[in-house]
């Protein structure tokens, strides 16, 4: 408690970690370099945050504009634990077809998430977009050669629908007590 009679906030424990390792690496930093390391790590880590701002705050922006457009009985619907293979199938197709990095699809998974999407649908979805990702083919085709990129492709094909499965199956009575975490 505070002295006002207010509960103190307790610091969240990933920011916790984050900060540590911050701290612990600039520490290295110092003893490798000094102040002048240290500077250019700050430096440089500055300069990557204000290229990726534009991204994330169109990537927020469209989660909060899915939000608002997309109805929470709608993603039920067909995303919810009742769309079984349905709603498991489509979030592969989506995640197949989303384009960017994490900065892009996470926040729509959340977004998912919140408005009622099962844990399997979820599961399917960034799987997929981390082993079906069209928009990362022709780079792939380009840099390993056809033959290469097929068997990848063919190897793990079946993955997303079948973690998504899995994941529901094994932990999606779970998914309201992970809501519960996310909005907290």
Do not use: H
């Amino acid at each position: 408690m505070t002295s006002s009679g207010k509960p103190r906030k307790s610091i969240d424990p990933v920011n916790a970690l984050l900060l540590g390792v911050v701290l612990l690496l600039a520490g290295l930093a110092w003893y490798r370099g000094g102040w002048t390391l240290v500077g250019a790590g700050l430096q440089s880590g500055s300069k990557l945050l204000l290229e990726t701002v534009p991204l994330l705050l169109a990537a927020f922006l469209v989660a909060g504009l899915i939000q608002v457009m997309v109805t929470p009985e709608l993603v039920e619907r067909w995303l919810g634990s009742s769309s079984g293979w349905r709603g498991i199938l489509l979030a592969c197709v989506g995640g197949a077809l989303m384009p960017g990095g994490p900065y892009v699809y996470y926040p729509i998974a959340a977004v998912l998430l919140r408005s009622g999407a099962s844990l399997g649908v979820l599961v399917a979805f960034v799987t997929a977009k981390n082993l079906w990702s069209l928009s990362r083919l022709p780079l792939e085709f380009a840099l390993l050669g056809p033959r290469l990129t097929i068997v990848r492709f063919a190897a793990t094909f079946i993955l997303p629908p079948l973690m998504g499965l899995l994941a529901e199956a094994l932990f999606g009575k779970w998914v309201i007590a992970i809501r519960r975490g996310v909005r907290a």
